[in-house]
């Protein structure tokens, strides 16, 4: 490893093949532990997913090659669609609400407040301690019988009679929009909050002095300025929303009746629990298409910024 | 008279700070409450449930100590965790020093190809990994956590760490070789410590990410000596019908202490990862 070269002067390079190839030898060696590892564990499973959901295999049974008829099956199965449309419902609502909350929490603590610092660094709590431990405090937060959210609402005057929280489909399924959302926003916020600190002031200035009200200045300069960040974040954010497992699994595990799978709990569900392995393969798949646009469109994002040089 | 103006201007906002930091902090106070109150009080439908009358007790730490695996969990926890991070650390060092710095033909679509990645979630993989892992002989071994776990981390931490790499003014590392030195010793002698910063933040966020992973530890692992603190606490603590709340609460709460010392004394590169888009 002890390499003298020097970085060759541009006229000695043609005569230097064996050093250029020497660092080329160097970079793959270098870039290989991580190629090999990704390419074994993540290229070779994401073709094993698109082949096995061709197959009827079971968990410790190779199975036989069957066509499509696992994606046959699903199309005729009122519990798939289900999640199909939770999968939709759930990832356009929370998305939804961490924009909107997101950017109002952005603007806030935008703010000149005292301790604004201590804030921020409150608000992102959720978002750093990971979600396996902390959803564990929302399960017994809606328990039926002890849930704290019941016991203020009916010392409030506002229910009568404790909600049902995870027997109850709808509200089991607004339980998981609202811890999604509980997760997600401070990621919003953070986000939001570097894209609004790199707003340049004068603009601000600029605008108040032509007589833009805060509505138009908001509308004009903010949002405008705030779109490239905002996408960003909103297609991070549907990859990861429409791909949850723990929230899920935690809260309701799929339950009542199946009525708040994801395609990620269902595929857990049938392709381990119930041992359908080539099944469960056909459910996860639908989350490919999501991440294959989401990819693209970030890779455009991120390549304009990089050529806008920021 | 100004004054006024000033508070009752600021008023709101402030009001807006308190709902939001509640809505934020709530569940893991919440957490907290309810890991420390007696199981008298915690069933019992008529008690106010914000308030502790019957005084705190430990003993649902103390359960979690005495009666289960809890302490082995943690020790999994820990060893796949500092494990995970190590290989993914060094492995993301060599890629993204050789793709941010060394002539290499198809470092653009390495380059891209490894941000793609990053976007594939594991719950894609997890049913295939899982022959994959009993391929290996690792089913329901510890090393299945950590062999797999690194595919997560490295697309980020090599993708976090090109992009540091490349703010290294190449004439640092030139000086270094034009004495004589190689070029490992000059990553590791000059570029590593001015990139501190970005390898703080790798490193907290491999961490951080393999610490409270469950998807993978709940496909691969299947006995209770084995399991991680995610899984176990999820899963064990609840017998049949029988919940173990004040025992949940308190194994939820003490499994993001690590995460919680960590994120409070370096927040700022918490920050900057998520400004680089870390976000699972």
């Avoid at chain 1, 005292?114 to 405090?137: D, E, H, K, M």
């Avoid at chain 1, 929302?138 to 909600?163: E, K, Q």
Wanted: proline share 5%; glycine share 8%; hydrophobic share 55%.
């Amino acid at each position: 490893m002890s390499t003298k070269a020097a970085p060759a002067p541009r006229l000695l390079r043609s005569a230097g093949f064996w050093q250029t190839s020497r660092e080329a030898l160097a970079g793959y060696a270098m870039v290989g532990p991580a190629v090999l590892l990704l390419a074994g564990l993540v290229g070779v499973p994401i073709l094993m997913a698109l082949y096995l959901s061709l197959t009827n295999a079971q968990v410790g049974r190779p199975g036989v090659f069957i066509g499509l008829a696992n994606f046959l099956a699903l199309g005729r199965d009122s519990i798939f669609w289900a999640t199909f449309w939770n999968a939709l419902v759930f990832t356009g609502a929370a998305v939804s609400l961490k924009t909107v909350l997101g950017l109002a929490a952005a603007l806030l603590l935008h703010q000149p407040l005292v301790g604004r610092q201590v804030y921020r660094g409150l608000v992102l709590l959720p978002w750093i301690i990971p979600t396996a431990f902390s959803t564990l405090g929302w399960w017994w937060m809606f328990d039926p019988l002890y849930s704290v959210i019941n016991w203020t609402l009916i010392h409030l005057g506002v229910i009568s009679r404790g909600l049902p929280w995870m027997a109850e489909p709808v509200l089991a399924k607004t339980a998981v929009v609202m811890v999604n959302t509980w997760r997600g926003l401070p990621f919003f916020a953070v986000g939001l909050l570097a894209g609004l600190a790199a707003i340049p002031r004068e603009l601000y200035e600029a605008a108040q002095t032509d007589g833009a009200g805060p509505l138009a200045r908001f509308r004009f300069i903010t949002l405008p300025l705030l779109a490239p960040v905002l996408l960003t974040i909103i297609l991070f954010s549907t990859i990861m929303t429409i791909s949850d497992f723990n929230i899920v699994y935690v809260l309701t595990r799929g339950g009542p009746m199946n009525t708040t799978h994801m395609f990620a709990t269902l595929a857990y569900q049938v392709g381990l629990v119930s041992g359908e392995l080539g099944r469960g393969a056909a459910i996860s798949l639908f989350i490919f298409p999501v991440l294959l646009v989401g990819v693209f469109l970030l890779l455009r994002v991120v390549r304009r910024s990089e050529v806008a040089g920021t | 008279m100004r004054a006024v103006a000033c508070v009752s201007r600021a008023a709101p906002l402030y009001l807006g700070v308190a709902i939001l930091l509640t809505f934020t902090l709530f569940p893991f106070v919440w957490m907290g409450v309810t890991s420390l109150k007696t199981n008298a009080e915690l069933y019992n439908i008529e008690a106010n449930p914000f308030t502790i009358a019957r005084g705190i007790t430990l003993s649902h730490y103390a359960y979690l100590f005495a009666k289960t695996l809890y302490p082995r969990w943690y020790a999994n926890t820990l060893l796949v965790a500092s494990l995970s991070t190590v290989i993914a650390v060094v492995v993301s060092v060599l890629a993204a020093y050789a793709l941010a710095r060394l002539r290499l033909r198809g470092s653009e679509v390495l380059g891209t190809g490894i941000f793609a990645i990053y976007l594939v979630p594991t719950s894609l993989l997890f049913l295939p990994l899982s022959r994959v892992v009993v391929g290996l002989g690792l089913n329901d071994k510890l090393w299945s956590l950590v062999v797999t776990y690194p595919t997560f981390l490295i697309p980020f931490a090599t993708w976090l760490l090109i992009s540091y790499f490349r703010t290294i003014p190449r004439e640092l590392e030139e000086c270094a070789m034009v004495d004589g030195a190689s070029r490992l010793y000059a990553l590791v002698r000059i570029v590593l410590p001015v990139a501190l910063p970005g390898l703080v933040t790798v490193t907290i966020f491999s961490f951080t990410l393999s610490w409270g992973e469950l998807m993978y530890a709940l496909t691969f692992i299947s006995s209770s000596v084995q399991k991680t603190l995610s899984v176990g606490t999820v899963g064990e603590l609840v017998r049949g019908d029988v919940f173990y709340w004040g025992e949940l609460m308190a194994g939820g709460l003490l499994a993001a202490v690590p995460v919680a010392v960590l994120y409070a004394f370096l927040s700022e590169y918490y920050v900057a990862g998520l400004a680089a888009g870390a976000i699972k």
